[in-house]
């Protein structure tokens, strides 16, 4: 696990996204799970909070499409 700071105005997906290239269920779940007080910042974050990213895998799990004639 790798520690961050965060840029003004991010928000959790961005930063996310930034770091990891994913920001999808899986990715955000561990990460609250790292991090069980960062909500406490509120939505948009400061600038400067430390935030634990999860270990992952390179690819998010493949999503099965619906389909309305399943």
Do not use: C, F
Request: aromatic share 6%; glycine share 6%; proline share 7%.
């Amino acid at each position: 696990m790798r520690k961050v700071r965060s840029l003004a105005g991010d928000s959790v997906n961005l930063l996310l996204y930034r770091e990891s290239g994913r920001s999808d269920d899986q990715v955000e779940e561990a990460l609250w799970k790292l991090n069980p007080t960062l909500a406490e910042h509120g939505p948009v974050l400061s600038a400067g909070i430390w935030v634990t990213l999860p270990e992952l895998d390179s690819k998010p799990a493949a999503i099965t499409p619906v389909r309305a004639w399943d």
